[in-house]
Nanobody, 129 residues
Framework: AGQLVESGGDWVEPGGSLRLSCATS????????MSWVRQVPGNGLEWVSL????????YYADSVKGRFAITRDNAKSMLYLQLNQLKTEDTATYYC??????????????????????WGQGTQVTVSL
């Protein structure tokens, strides 16, 4: 079974930066489109970013476009998310996840875990003074 383990979450002041990592195993990483999603307690999931299997194509939610950058290292089966110019509204638990239907995910206003085949335990990002 696939395993995804996120790390890198932390507390940071507004305007700060973080780099999230996701170590994967048990999946054919270099054949999969990967995603980052986030969740605030009491709220639904919000997709943040997608990256194609070869890393050449990326997509971002409007709320993070221009501030976040998704990358991957297929040789290491690793996924990354660089978070810059962080805002208080970016506070959430961030998950790396394998979307079942990547293009549909971007059009889904309220994704659920049923839209993914694998996801990790999440890493907490807190943005505050």
């Amino acid at each position: 079974a696939g395993q995804l383990v996120e790390s890198g979450g932390d507390w940071v002041e507004p305007g700060g930066s973080l780099r999230l990592s996701c170590a994967t195993s048990g999946i054919v990483f270099d054949r999969l489109t990967m995603s980052w999603v986030r969740q605030v307690p009491g709220n639904g999931l919000e997709w943040v970013s997608l990256i194609s299997n070869d890393g050449d194509t990326t997509y971002y939610a409007d709320s993070v476009k221009g501030r976040f950058a998704i990358t991957r290292d297929n040789a290491k089966s690793m996924l990354y998310l660089q978070l810059n110019q962080l805002k208080t509204e970016d506070t959430a638990t961030y998950y790396c996840a394998v979307p079942l239907r990547p293009l549909d995910l971007m059009a889904t206003a309220s994704p659920t875990w049923d839209d993914f085949s694998y996801w990790g335990q999440g890493t907490q990002v807190t943005v505050s003074l």
